[in-house]
Nanobody
Framework: QVQLVESGGGLVQPGGSLRLSCAAS????????MGWYRQAPGNERELVAS??????NYADSVKGRFIISRDNDKNTVYLQLNSLKPEDTAVYYC????????????WGQGTQVTVSS
């Protein structure tokens, strides 16, 4: 059992920045792929960014603007959102997926990001 808790969402103007945090209830980063997903109303949930070991991956729509990182000592993964656009408005979810057993997967409850002037 792994608990994931997101925080850091809110309302921001276009061009602004936010930093999202995902705190895990225990140390999991050595065996789990950590990812950030988002889902806007009427859209499917999409993968925004992921990190495992020293490798990161980003959706084309956020590449160059968002940065995913982790702090192993704090059991926390972050998503830095820069140069935000209205199209980035969505609920952002933290995800942990076991590197060897993909069916072992955990989700946070989500945090709302709204980009509007």
């Amino acid at each position: 059992q792994v608990q994931l808790v997101e925080s850091g969402g809110g309302l921001v103007q276009p061009g602004g920045s936010l930093r999202l945090s995902c705190a895990a209830s225990r140390s999991i980063f050595t065996m789990y792929i950590m990812g950030w997903y988002r889902q806007a109303p009427g859209n499917e949930r999409e993968l925004v960014a992921s990190i495992i070991s020293g490798s990161t991956n980003y959706a084309d729509s956020v590449k160059g603007r968002f940065i995913i990182s982790r702090d192993n000592d704090k059991n926390t993964v972050y998503l830095q959102l820069n140069s935000l656009k209205p199209e980035d408005t969505a609920v952002y979810y933290c995800n942990a997926r076991h590197v060897s057993v993909g069916s072992i997967e955990w989700w946070g409850q989500g945090t709302q990001v709204t980009v509007s002037s």
